[in-house]
Structure formats: C-alpha cells, structure tokens
C-alpha cells in the first residue's frame, strides 16, 4: 500500500517526466541511449496515457509534452529521434507553433478588449456648451 507522501512523490516525479517529454532534445538523449528500445520504458510511456485526462493535464506547464506522449507511442516515431535532423525539425516546428499561437493570441486579446471597452459618445456638434 502506498502511503500519502509515496504518491505525492510518485505523482510530482510522473508530472516532471511527462512535462520533460515536451523537449525534442532530451527524447533524442532518450533515443540515442537505447530507452526507447525497451520494452519496460515503453510500457511506462503506455502507463503515462493517463496524463492525457482533464483531471491531471490541468497540472501541465507545457501541454505540448501530451502530443509527444502519444506520438511516443509509435515505434517508428521513437526510431526517429535518434536522429539528430529529426529532433531539429521538431524543435523548429514547436518554435514556429509557439510564434504563430502567441500572435494570434495576442490579435485575440486585443480584439476583445477593444469589444469591451465602452463605446465612446462622439461630443455634441457646435458650440452648445458656450450658450
């Protein structure tokens, strides 16, 4: 039986891995080393799934670490990064991702606080105020 403080690190270690998973260059480290050839760290990454339910991916910092967990399941996509092109390529692929949703995320917040700002009545025409 697994006490509170052994879930609680379990847990804490588990988010850290997953979150890790999101850096091409440390799945190339784990490709280049043989891990993502053994057939326990694979079942692991199988394991890590659950990461994908709304009830624990609402503690993710970087999101983008679940779409590499399931990519990671495909054995030839783990075959993939051992080499270094095909790291590169990812990483530059999330960089451009990153640029055009931080963009279009910004155009978003500007839109909408336009909207809510409150519309401005133009002043009177003339010289009504002198009178």
Known sequence: METEEQARNRFQSELEFVQCLANPNYLNFLAQRGFLRER???NYLK???????????KFLKYPHCLHMLELLQYEHFRKELVNAQCTKFIDEQQLLHWQHY???RTRLQQALAEQQQPQ?????HG???AK
């Open 40 to 42: 326990p760290f694979i």
């Open 47 to 57: 394991y890590l799934l659950y990461w994908k339910e709304p009830e624990y991916a």
């Open 102 to 104: 931080s963009r279009k």
């Open 120 to 124: 401005q009545q133009p002043p009177p």
């Open 127 to 129: 010289n009504a105020a």
